[in-house]
């Protein structure tokens, strides 16, 4: 079945430094989905890329999806303390198969 | 818009008993889904629904896990004969067709 891989798993930055997180499919991704969850919280969405090569812009973060639609990644230039959290990258493969695939997501902690 | 609203937020019972949740979905969506989460990993689909008709069930889900959504509303996972690998965070989602899911807070299952 497909395979959805995040890396790293853990990341320590000092606040104000950036953060990048990759994600990897085994199959080719009709879109993909980040979503990101805060400690005790639910993922909450945050956005979705369609298109072979996008690339989206939320203030501070920066959301790719490769040409290929199989691997994306999410930046984010001068983290703050609100940024911590465990980020997940999600995929619906197509074929008939609805449920999104999540990544093991990548853990944020940020070192004031 | 109240959100996806999930009950209880905790469930603590004995092996062998039979435990109930129940979802209930933002009301224009035409979709719902369960995953389960446990620490450290990614949400890991279970099953949705598209109105009342199941569509997709995950090989995660043995025998002893049923779902249903009467009248294409409200949701409830039931597990018979729970397990200690039960253990987990179950968390419902809905959507509009392959619009971004939202996520309730879930409910904590622990088995004793």
């Known amino acids: 079945g497909q395979q959805v891989m995040q890396i790293p798993q853990y990341q320590h930055v000092q606040e104000g430094e950036d953060f990048t997180t990759y994600c990897n499919s085994s199959?080719?991704?009709?879109?993909i989905q980040w979503y990101k969850q805060r400690p005790g919280g639910h993922p909450v969405f945050l956005i979705q890329?369609?298109?072979?090569?996008e690339v989206k812009k939320q203030k501070r973060l920066t959301f790719q999806f490769g040409e290929a639609k199989k691997n994306s990644s999410l930046h984010i230039t001068a983290t703050q303390t609100t940024d911590v959290g465990t980020y997940f990258c999600?995929?619906?493969?197509?074929?008939?198969?609805?449920?999104?695939?999540f990544g093991k997501g990548t853990h944020l902690i940020i070192q004031p | 818009d109240t959100g996806v609203s999930q009950n209880p937020r905790h469930k603590i019972t004995k092996r062998g008993q039979n435990v109930t949740f129940r979802c209930d979905p933002i009301?224009?969506?035409?979709?719902l889904y369960w995953y389960r989460q446990t620490l450290g990993q990614g949400p890991e689909f279970l099953t949705y629904?598209?109105?009342?008709?199941?569509?997709?069930k995950s090989r995660l889900l043995s025998d002893r896990f049923s779902a249903e959504r009467p009248k294409g509303s409200f949701s409830t996972l039931e597990i018979q004969r729970t397990e200690q690998g039960d253990s987990a965070m179950y968390l419902c989602?809905?959507?509009?067709?392959?619009?971004?899911?939202?996520f309730g807070d879930g409910t904590r299952l622990s088995i004793l």
């Open positions: 629904f598209q109105n009342e008709a199941q569509l997709e």
């Open positions: 890329l369609v298109k072979s090569g």
């Open positions: 199959t080719t991704l009709s879109n």
């Open positions: 989602a809905s959507s509009f067709s392959y619009q971004p899911q939202h």
């Open positions: 999600a995929g619906y493969s197509g074929g008939g198969a609805d449920g999104l695939t």
């Open positions: 009301s224009e969506h035409n979709r």
